[in-house]
């Protein structure tokens, strides 16, 4: 949990008065470039000094008990971070021994990490020689080889093919499973969408919005998505007086059919009535549940 | 590749102290750098060419005991000085700037791990690994002397390989921070290497050209630096023409501001500047 935390570089506000409750399962952390999401991770990991407020993580604090959160924190970085010189098992066994493994310890936890994600004979060549997702697995394997309580995932899917997202997709959600936290940063929406169960939207260094998946996703239940058909002159007069009364989000049309999303809180009959004024065919009405990227456009425009 | 259809399970080890862990870096770079080629190529022909010959030599040839002078000018030759700033610049040119260039610094610094851990871990490597130079050969050529001399004042004899010991530590501290500050500044062990010879390689040349008008001057040469620093741990007396102040304030300049150049280059690195 994070309550008004105040991050300052030289005249670069950060972190402005951010606030954050972040629940146990997988969270996504959404937010352009800049936003504040590797400085609050930073922050979290105590490489960064807050200027003010609190953050309480499993009830540390990060000024006082750095090397303890960091015991029960897994970093996977966004850019590639791999030693080159190392293959990955030596990397992660290596990575496992500085998070307080033992020699004893680490080497079969390594075989057992890698083995999780996936990494096959591949884990005896050099990182250097690796692919994309093979480094993206690494980078998991060494997040998680001290098994950690808390886990920052930095763009997981980032650079890898729709298979390989789908892996790291199911990876993280095996993961969560085991009663972890897991705090994960993509752009990629549609990923967020499928592996989180709690959202928060940061921008300029705030909060803009937060809560589970569902609420967030369910907030806007007015919104509904029709199909109507008819004559290229009637579909333009009906979507222009659906432009002038009602509040529409995107309009398209393709072969004399029109697909129009709007609000709409009053009744279906109205709309029926319209369509008929205008001599068009409605052949499908139906609540348009908002997406991710919808949730996420609509903060970052309230914010702006 | 595909994954395996094996679920996440947990580790319940236990997992050691936090202030012991950068034993775990200078365990690596000891195990990296002895697995270089050049590395160990040029500590092998080092070795035959510095340590071996004289060992051979001063242990077969009639002596009545081991002596701080004869040490003391072991250990200000040129060739040992040569290979020494070879194999610093060797081992401490990868060892920030790769962790600089690969960002692999992001991992060492989310670990329960403080920057002067890293730091020490990385100057801790480098010094077990240079001694196997400066450190070890010297020890075995003066016991090597004591065990053959003539004369039967042992306890004078281990005295100077006591001397031996701190003499052979020094000479590995004296140069590692030059290194590691170099390899700080760049992201390319090439230039690292290169620059940390070439940073000795100058200041023995400027050192050259100004002792024509000061012999004051001398005292820039690092050759000449580790020889009176050496006389120092031998208990000889400096030459007259030697300030101890001045000797003492550059020892100084070359230690401990470099470390704290690269502990500053770190810490920045470490806030992703």
């Not at chain 2, 010991?165 to 590995?172: C, E, I, K, Q, Y």
């Not at chain 2, 120092?232 to 101890?244: P, R």
């Amino acid at each position: 949990m994070a309550s008004d935390v105040i991050v300052r570089f030289d005249n670069i506000l950060a972190l402005d008065n951010f606030s954050v409750s972040i629940p146990r399962g997988v969270v996504g952390l959404l937010g352009p470039n800049g936003a504040g999401k590797s400085t609050f991770i930073k922050t979290i990991l105590g490489l960064v000094e807050p200027v003010s407020g609190d953050i309480d993580i499993v009830g540390l604090d990060p000024r006082k008990d750095v090397m303890s959160i960091r015991d029960r924190v897994g970093y996977m970085p966004e850019h590639d971070c791999l030693v080159d010189s190392m293959s990955g098992l030596e990397m992660v066994t290596y990575f496992g021994r500085l998070s307080g493994m033992t020699k004893e310890d680490s080497i079969p936890r390594s075989h057992e990490v890698l083995d999780f994600v996936g990494l096959g004979e591949e884990r005896y060549r050099p990182t250097a020689s690796y692919s994309t997702g093979m480094k993206q697995r690494v980078k998991l394997a060494q997040a998680i080889v001290h098994d950690p309580s808390i886990l920052f995932l930095d763009e997981p899917t980032n650079g890898m093919d729709p298979l390989g997202r789908e892996e790291m997709l199911e990876l993280i959600g095996k993961i969560a499973a085991s009663d972890k936290s897991i705090l994960v940063s993509s752009h990629i929406l549609q990923d967020m969408e499928k592996v989180c169960q709690y959202v928060i939207i940061i921008d300029n260094g705030r909060s803009v919005a937060q809560g589970t998946m569902a609420s967030l996703l369910d907030q806007d239940m007015t919104k509904r998505r029709m199909t109507v058909r008819g004559s290229p002159k009637s579909l333009q007069t009906f979507s222009e007086q659906i432009h002038r009364d009602f509040e529409e989000t995107s309009i398209s049309e393709e072969f004399g059919q029109m697909n129009i999303v709007f609000i709409n809180d009053g009744s279906f009959a109205m709309i029926l009535d319209m369509a008929k004024g205008h001599d068009v065919q409605v052949r499908s009405y139906v609540p348009d549940r908002l997406t991710l990227e919808d949730v996420f456009i609509r903060s970052m425009k309230r914010d702006a | 590749m595909g994954l395996n259809p094996i679920g996440y399970k947990p580790w319940n080890g236990k997992r050691t102290e936090h202030n012991r862990r950068f034993l775990v870096i200078a365990d690596s770079i000891l195990r990296q750098k002895i697995k270089g080629i050049w590395f160990l190529g040029m500590l092998i022909l080092g070795t035959f060419i510095v340590h071996v010959l004289p060992l051979i030599l001063r242990s077969m040839s009639p002596h009545e005991g081991l002596s701080a002078i004869m040490m003391r000018d072991y250990l200000g030759d040129g060739l040992f000085f040569i290979f020494e700033v070879i194999l610093v610049a060797l081992v401490c040119s990868d060892l920030i700037s790769e962790d600089v260039r690969s960002n692999s610094i992001t991992l060492y610094l989310s670990r329960a791990l403080r920057v002067e851990g890293y730091l020490l871990g990385k100057w801790l490597g480098a010094m077990i690994t240079i001694c196997l130079f400066t450190l070890i050969p010297p020890l075995a050529v003066s016991i090597a002397i004591t065990v053959t001399q003539s004369g039967s004042d042992y306890l004078s004899s281990f005295t100077v390989v006591g001397q031996t010991f701190l003499a052979g530590l020094w000479s590995a501290a004296f140069f590692i921070p030059i290194g590691l500050a170099i390899s700080s500044i760049t992201r390319k062990k090439t230039y690292a290497g290169v620059g940390t010879f070439m940073f000795f390689f100058i200041l023995m040349i400027v050192a050259t050209i100004f002792t024509e008008f000061s012999t004051g001057w001398a005292l820039l040469s690092p050759l000449e630096l580790l020889y009176d620093t050496h006389t120092v741990i031998y208990g000889l007396e400096l030459s007259a023409d030697v300030n101890q102040a001045i000797l003492g304030a550059i020892v100084f300049i070359l230690t401990v501001p470099p470390l704290l150049l690269v502990y500053l280059r770190i810490m920045r690195k470490g806030v992703g500047k």
